[in-house]
């Protein structure tokens, strides 16, 4: 079993919104590994980085996503820092994964820099959400089958945008 689309990209980036959207038109089921993650620790991921530090919830995303990977048939959508894990890349491979990009100004307006996301909370969010994107996207782009820029549109248009790709996919 693998999903029918998995999403990645950064926090703002809109990966569940669009992914409830894309697993309604799709006829598929939704998840999060995010949720997936809370979930199985029984606490809010901004509580298991204080709590147990970003190494422990690292790895507690990689064995979720390992599991979503092979018992999950409909739509994926992995957190963020995802794609900071190797094994997670690998196991990315052949899979039909989407690409939501979203620019440091856009990104930063959709989350408002909050609290809420752990990595955002330092001193200078916005700098932080800055270095994020520039370490990631090379990781992001290596993963993706393709891409969808989400700065200027609607969450129904970039769904309409993955389903091409997930249509263009299987024909080549």
């Given at each position: 079993?693998?999903?029918?689309?998995?999403?990645?990209?950064?926090?703002?980036?809109?990966?569940?919104?669009?992914?409830?959207?894309?697993a309604d038109r799709l006829g598929a089921d939704f998840r999060d590994t995010d949720a997936?993650?809370?979930?199985?620790?029984?606490?809010?991921?901004?509580?298991?980085?204080?709590?147990?530090?970003?190494?422990?919830?690292?790895?507690?995303?990689?064995?979720?996503?390992?599991?979503?990977?092979?018992?999950?048939?409909?739509?994926?959508?992995?957190?963020?820092?995802?794609?900071?894990?190797?094994?997670?890349?690998?196991?990315?491979?052949?899979?039909?994964?989407?690409?939501?990009?979203?620019?440091?100004?856009?990104?930063?307006?959709?989350t408002g820099l909050s609290t809420a996301r752990p990595l955002l909370a330092g001193v200078?969010?916005?700098?932080?959400?800055?270095?994020?994107?520039?370490?990631?996207?090379?990781?992001?782009?290596?993963?993706?089958?393709?891409?969808?820029?989400?700065?200027?549109?609607?969450?129904?248009?970039?769904?309409?945008?993955?389903?091409?790709?997930?249509?263009?996919?299987?024909?080549?």
């Open positions: 079993m693998s999903p029918r689309a998995v999403l990645v990209g950064p926090p703002g980036a809109g990966k569940t919104v669009v992914g409830r959207l894309l997936d993650v809370e979930r199985l620790a029984g606490k809010p991921i901004p509580e298991i980085f204080t709590n147990d530090g970003e190494p422990a919830f690292r790895e507690r995303e990689e064995e979720a996503i390992a599991v979503a990977l092979a018992e999950h048939s409909g739509v994926l959508s992995l957190g963020g820092g995802a794609v900071l894990s190797e094994r997670t890349r690998e196991r990315l491979v052949d899979q039909p994964v989407a690409f939501l990009s979203v620019g440091l100004a856009e990104g930063a307006r959709r200078n969010p916005r700098a932080t959400f800055k270095a994020l994107l520039q370490a990631r996207l090379p990781l992001y782009r290596q993963v993706a089958t393709w891409e969808v820029d989400t700065d200027e549109i609607e969450p129904p248009a970039v769904v309409d945008r993955i389903v091409a790709g997930l249509q263009a996919a299987r024909t080549s």
